[in-house]
């Protein structure tokens, strides 16, 4: 079954901890995406990434942050300096940038809350 | 810098009943724009472009550059249309991102 795969559904974690969320994708996509959609926020960017090894800030990266080792994975560490992490966590690719050609794919989404 | 603006949180409507959800975007360019659609225990995912010009599940969308919007119609609500629905705008080549609006949720009442 092809698409993005994000793990894990639900996680919580302690004030003060750091904790990533991983990305997977076999869509052979360039191009990877973490949003955050809070209630009544929308989508809000945290970073992308075009290719491997490479990866931008978007709106909201303060508190967060990502590699791109591998095409394929695109895992996102929510640091104890994001000072409001309990949020919905949507993974997305597409294969170039999100031009009119290449439409963008989104992964289930994680439930992450700080307790 | 560019914003969308979905100015209702949720729209209830009767099945049968036309739809209308309202986007209204602000870009100084020529954006492109998208609706995209979750349905309940769904990902997101892309319903429609306007460059696409189509119609997908009864849904279609004109871009009006006059008025900066890109409402989202279709003429005959349906039970299954219920859904949280987000309009995306893309400003343009390099910028890898799409801006979304807050969404709307629909409520199609039987």
């Known amino acids: 079954d092809g698409g993005i795969t994000q793990s894990p559904k639900y996680l919580f974690r302690k004030e003060g901890q750091n904790v990533t969320l991983s990305c997977e994708q076999n869509l052979n996509h360039d191009a990877m995406y973490w949003y955050r959609q809070d209630p009544g926020q929308g989508l809000r960017l945290i970073y992308y990434?075009?290719?491997?090894?490479?990866?931008q800030k978007g709106d909201i990266a303060e508190g967060y942050s990502v590699s791109r080792e591998k095409k394929e994975s695109f895992p996102l560490t929510v640091t104890s300096a994001q000072k409001n992490p309990t949020a919905f966590y949507l993974c997305?690719?597409?294969?170039?940038?999100?031009?009119?050609?290449?439409?963008?794919?989104f992964g289930e989404g994680s439930w992450l809350t700080v307790v | 810098a560019q914003r969308v603006t979905q100015p209702e949180k949720l729209l209830s409507v009767f099945k049968g009943a036309p739809v209308e959800l309202k986007c209204n975007y602000s870009?100084?360019?020529?954006?492109?724009l998208f609706w995209y659609v979750q349905y309940s225990r769904q990902r997101l995912q892309l319903l429609l472009r306007?460059?696409s010009r189509e119609s997908i599940k009864g849904f279609t969308a004109d871009l009006n550059k006059g008025e900066t919007s890109f409402h989202l119609k279709k003429p005959f609500a349906q039970e299954e249309d219920s859904a949280m629905y987000y309009c995306a705008l893309y400003s343009g080549a390099g910028s890898y991102q799409l801006t979304f609006g807050k969404g709307t949720k629909l409520s199609v009442i039987p």
């Open positions: 990434s075009q290719i491997v090894n490479d990866f």
């Open positions: 870009y100084s360019g020529s954006p492109e």
């Open positions: 306007h460059i």
């Open positions: 997305a690719s597409s294969m170039g940038d999100t031009n009119s050609g290449n439409t963008i794919y």
